[in-house]
């Protein structure tokens, strides 16, 4: 059985109809009116323990609704919802005692007392005995480094500190399932892979991670698995190399040559399938082709029979190039074939 279930889960929310201005709240004051608006239309979705997906959409899209659902915060309009066995808004101190949940936009520690006083308190209301306490934190001073951070009151922490901090508040209590939104919103790249390398090692330790983020880095580095929502709805839920194999394969390499070439019609017709462009100076050459069509040795021996290269980049295709453009509506996959 999924650990996390949701069957065309369905949230509605109504909302004020109001016109402009003063004249319109007034107005409203005498004559409410209300619009509905579907925040999350009727979502399927079924994770196993283990698992770690990144949940994805536009702004709007119902990620943080969805969420909201699943730790009970929320009660659904229609559909159903159920976290290891439990309904989370009809059972919500048991959901929470299975739940962590990190907020990069915003903190669950007790901004005047220091860390290790809003650990301490976490610890009682989850009813942690000491030892167990003891231990988790140990674990968690090893990958997130909180000694030096313990005795700092939550307002004087820097943002990478503040979620170090953050991340143990949501983990002290070893929960099964973590959401994640947005961890490494406004982080130095140092302390991003420092959070991003922490999230894989709890999965892989067997916690079930759901990440709602915009940063598709954090995607790339922790999930296997891709669920894009779009209008309230699942447009995409699938296997995150199989979306870049089926819409992000171009690669392009970039080569640098000992001497500036007159043309790059010799290396262009030496591979046709692939396009061949001048670099940003005169001695270097991009060639962006179909990484099931042309491999990058191929490129390598056609520019290398017509120049002498001196070095080698490949960027790699990203999903962030899937991602636009489901967001912009370029591209509609379909949720029930997969890309
Ligand atoms: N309490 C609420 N009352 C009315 N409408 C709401 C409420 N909460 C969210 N919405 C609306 O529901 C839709 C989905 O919002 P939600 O916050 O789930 O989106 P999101 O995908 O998390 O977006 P973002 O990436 O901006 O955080 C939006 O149109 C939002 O305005």
Known sequence: MPLLEAESLTKVFRRPDK???????VRHLVQRRYSEHVAVDGVDLAVEAGEAVAYVGPNGAGKSTTVKMLSGILVPTSGSVRVAGLVPHQHRVENARR????????????WD?????????????????PRRYAETLER???????????????RKLSLGQRMRADLAAALVHEPSIVYLDEPTIGLDIAVKDRVRAFVRQIVADGTTVMLTTHDLGDIEDICRRLVILDGGRVVYDGDL??????????????LTLAEPLASTSGIAARIPAARVADGASDREVTVTFDRLAVSAVEVLAAASAEAEVVDVRIDEPAIEDVVRKVYSGELRPSPQAGP
Do not use: C, N
Request: charge should be negative; avoid cysteine.
């Open 19 to 25: 016109g402009p201005g003063l004249k319109g709240a």
């Open 241 to 254: 190399q199989a979306v870049k194999d089926a819409y992000a394969r171009d690669r392009v390499v970039h």
């Open 140 to 154: 968690l001073d090893a990958v997130l480094e909180l000694a030096d951070l313990l005795p700092v009151t939550a």
């Open 113 to 129: 007392l220091p860390v290790q006083d809003s650990l301490a308190l976490l610890r009682d209301m989850h009813g942690i005995g």
């Open 99 to 110: 739940i962590g949940v990190v907020f990069g936009q915003r903190t669950q520690l007790w």
